[in-house]
């Protein structure tokens, strides 16, 4: 366990006290968790219940985050605990961001412990993903100070669903993020998520204009839900409004899944219509994701539209960059974070156990 900083007792109550991390605000009495599962309230103040366990580790391609512009063709030590603040009805890691037992934390790690396997495998970074980071909040700062030391880099894989305070030390922290957008109607996150959408697009524009962190962003579609034009169309604008060309976006295909089983999967017509709706819109940078497509998986150079990085699922393929991320044809700046060369990682998945190091 540890003692997390953003929480307050109520005025109101003698053993009541509300958690400031995330815009839910929880107000829990002795004993209670918080909907995260994973905070609560431990003789009067609210305690990190998670703190140095893991729903387990793994190396992942960079690409699988998904981030595109960070470090392309690198391995990256991936891991998450157990819980989450939102309450997505189509969750695609359910099993462990809705799970409610601790025996999913089967793992445990000291933040020098993940550093060292991370540095022991060659990783260039490590995630925080699975589930979402913010909810772990502590243990992702500690084990991201730990591998900074170690000259690692730190990704989180997030919704963005938290509040002013602790979002400027989280993010300050992180070298790269990619946060999900979940739709662009507070109906929809009202209805599906149990949250609200302003938090989060709070949350994108700070990363965006007030810190280094490296930020892409992902948008699941979902047939029926948050795939029409109208809403790409409003997404797309406020995107380039208010972050410019160069933030990168996905567009992930949705497949049935948790509260969502009888939802149809998203059909690869609709990624490719949500792509060519942002690069309509001004967008430099825009994939499909989930589904594969060689087009959509590839940058391109958006001065000469040169093929500067080909992808096949994870694999690269072509890479027309040098001087770290210039292209090599017209010499424009592709916006992101590059090695002269391509990484050459690939596809593969490793399981790892980081207290072995």
Known sequence: ???????????????????????????????????????????????????????????????????????????????????????????????????REDHKLTTEASPKQIANAASQHHCRSVAYTYNDPVIFYEYALDVAAACSEQGIKNVAVTAGYIC??????????????????KAFTDNFYRKLCGGQLQPVLDTIKYIHHETDCWLELTNLLIPGENDSDGELHQLCAWIFDNLGADVPVHFSAFHPDWKMRNTP?????????????????????????????????????????????????????????????????????????????????????????PALY
Request: glycine letters at 8%; hydrophobic letters at 30%; aromatic letters at 10%.
């Open 1 to 99: 366990m540890a003692t997390m900083q953003y929480w307050h007792k109520l005025e109101d109550s003698s053993n009541k006290v509300q958690c400031d991390l995330c815009p839910r605000f929880c107000k829990l009495s002795e004993g209670q968790r918080g909907l995260c599962f994973v905070r609560g309230n431990q003789s009067g103040e609210i305690q990190l219940l998670s703190y140095g366990r893991s729903s387990g580790f793994c190396i992942d391609p960079i690409e699988k985050k998904p981030l595109n512009h960070f470090l392309p063709g690198t391995p990256v030590l991936s891991f998450g605990t157990a819980g989450c603040n939102l309450a997505c009805k189509f969750c695609q890691n359910w099993d462990i961001s809705k799970a």
């Open 164 to 181: 002013d305070e602790p979002r400027e030390h989280f993010f300050q922290a992180m070298d790269a993020t990619n946060v999900d957008i």
């Open 265 to 353: 999967e998203t059909p690869p017509a609709t990624l490719t219509t949500a792509r060519k709706i942002a690069l309509e819109h001004g967008l430099h940078y825009a994939y499909t994701g989930n589904v594969h497509d060689k087009v959509g998986d590839t940058t391109f150079c958006p001065n000469c539209n040169t093929a500067v990085i080909e992808r096949d699922w994870y694999e690269l393929k072509r890479w027309q960059l040098q001087d770290h991320g210039h292209c090599k044809i017209c010499g424009q700046s592709v916006a992101g974070i590059f090695d002269d060369v391509a990484g050459q990682w690939g596809s593969k998945r490793q399981l790892v156990q």
